[in-house]
């Protein structure tokens, strides 16, 4: 498993969780080796960057600095020896075990790497800790620290707002202009889940990037709100709006921001996380509703309208593609979820179904292709326990299915029918799921039928955007107008 590399650790209240950093002013941050000798090569290859004098933060437990460090290296050992994640070669973006800073978590894969299990018992009406009013989309929630992130649009402008993750209250809003107007879906947007990166050596605060339906790129500060930089990258790059808008959340790989654009001769775009600056631009391919994934440092997997790209980093060159799509009225939007020995699995309805291809090599090869096992419009699986869990069906034709696959043999395990589309979480051996009524299940991903654990019902709604776990905390977002939604936390017990 690769590490993304942080300069430093961020110490302000950005990161402020049960595991507190020591709060310290600029000129103090510098390297620090691991407290204890026979963890320092442990910490050099994982990179971590301490903090040299510690100032209690508010609200810290008092454990005395060493101990801080041990407790979160050693758990961090733990997290890479223990969790399914091992396998998984995509780059963690988060510096939190319980965060959840991007589409699909903290390696983009479904897994809720690092949190406890959820307890089976739960109430019968759910725990809603708070309610927020924000405006239209799909976007799903991000969560860092104690700050809950939902990318929204207020009438003419897109609109980052940060929320306080225990008690729902607005800290800061960012905005900029929004233009997108819907054609076959009344919402407006935005629909992407907002990506945040850490601090680099220009800034001491990690960015969140945000991706509008109408395909401007903004920059926005963690801490402060204030809007770093903003760019109309679709209008720059004529890129066509598609069926529903802009809809690929952007990849952050060290300095590189990633945009699946679908522009005329930019379908995927690199830009400066710093300065918003284009990089390279990639292929003429349209865009899809996927979301990239890394491979490792220098390599992406980028799911376009119709192929599947592997390309570097660096230079934007497609070192190896597949075909991944079908013509017609038709999307790939499940995110390629990493399944260990470089392996990715790909799943998308109509008629397209599941593809396994490996990226060793810096070359995509396609071990199982068009397979109908599991074909999802949009949801996309999680792997556990050896197995697939994923949506195989559409929204629109039916009632889809959930489906149980043997990893190594591809045999359906079991299937649940008539379940209807639903997002996946993946904790330990648990499945958390969240069908777009609102119903709320956790089952058991080591049985050999499909075994409920527990479930409860939301407020009646739709639940469409992609939701958030962050310490027994589950942020979904219910989108009962076209023109307004609603963000729920609701405590799950642990």
């Known amino acids: ?3 993304n590399r942080f300069r430093r650790i961020q ?9 507190v950093i020591p709060q310290c002013g600029p000129t103090l941050r510098r390297r620090m080796s691991c407290p204890l000798p026979s963890l320092t090569l442990f910490c050099n290859i994982c990179q971590l960057s301490f903090i040299s004098r510690s100032i209690p933060t508010r609200g810290a437990t008092s454990l005395p600095l060493p101990q801080r460090y041990i407790f979160t290296v050693l758990l961090f050992a733990v997290l890479l020896t223990l969790s399914p994640s091992r396998l998984l070669p995509t780059l963690t973006i988060s510096a939190s075990a319980q965060d959840w800073p991007q589409i699909m978590g903290p390696d983009r894969s479904g897994q809720a790497t690092g949190q406890a299990e959820l307890s089976a018992s739960w109430p019968q009406a759910p725990n809603i800790a708070w309610q927020a009013d924000i405006g ?7 969560v860092v620290g104690e700050q809950v992130l939902a990318l929204h649009r207020l009438g003419q402008q897109e609109l ?6 225990s008690t729902g209250k607005s800290h800061w809003r960012a905005a900029w202009p929004a233009s997108y107007r819907s054609s076959i879906d009344p919402d407006n947007g935005p629909r992407c889940v907002p990506t945040v990166a850490p601090s680099t050596a220009t800034s001491d605060s990690p960015t969140v990037i945000c991706y509008g339906a109408a395909g401007d790129l903004a920059a926005v500060d963690l801490d402060s709100g204030k809007l770093r930089w903003h760019r109309k990258l679709r209008s720059e790059y004529r890129a066509d709006d598609g069926y529903f808008g802009a809809g690929s959340a952007p990849l952050v790989v060290g300095q590189r921001v990633i945009v699946c654009l679908g522009g005329k001769q930019a379908g995927i775009v690199a830009v400066d996380l710093s300065s918003g600056k284009t990089l390279w631009t990639s292929s003429d391919y349209d865009a899809s509703y996927s979301a990239p994934v890394a491979v490792d440092p220098q390599t992406a997997l980028v799911v376009t309208r119709l192929n599947t790209v592997l390309i570097d980093l660096d230079t934007g060159n497609v070192l190896s593609e597949i075909r ?9 939007a499940a995110v390629p979820i990493p399944i260990g020995s470089g392996r990715f699995l790909l799943t998308a309805s109509y008629g397209v179904g599941m593809t396994i291809v490996s990226t060793n090599h810096r070359k995509l090869e396609e071990i199982v292709s068009g397979s109908q096992l599991l074909s999802s419009q949009y949801n996309t699986p999680v792997l556990t326990a050896k197995r697939i869990i994923g949506i195989d069906g559409r929204e629109d034709v039916g009632l889809a299915a959930l489906r149980c696959i043997e990893l190594d043999s ?8 008539d379940y209807g589309t639903a997002h996946l979480i993946a904790i330990g051996s648990q499945v958390l799921t969240l069908a777009i009524p609102g119903r709320v299940a956790l089952i058991d991903a080591t ?17 469409r955007a992609p939701p958030a776990l962050s310490s027994g905390k589950f942020i979904v977002r219910d989108n009962h107008s076209a023109n307004k939604s609603k ?3 609701v405590e799950l017990a642990r």
């Open 160 to 165: 980052l707002e940060s929320f306080d993750l």
């Open 136 to 142: 239209s989309g799909y976007a799903g929630p991000a």
């Open 1 to 3: 498993m690769y590490v």
């Open 11 to 19: 110490c302000g209240p950005t990161l402020r969780r049960r595991i």
């Open 447 to 463: 049985a050999d039928d499909y075994r409920e654990l527990a479930h409860t019902q939301l407020p009646d709604g739709t639940y």
């Open 324 to 332: 991944f799509g079908s013509r017609g009225p038709t999307v790939n």
């Open 410 to 417: 591809q045999k359906v395990l079991w299937t649940k029918v």
């Open 487 to 489: 963000l729920l936390c």
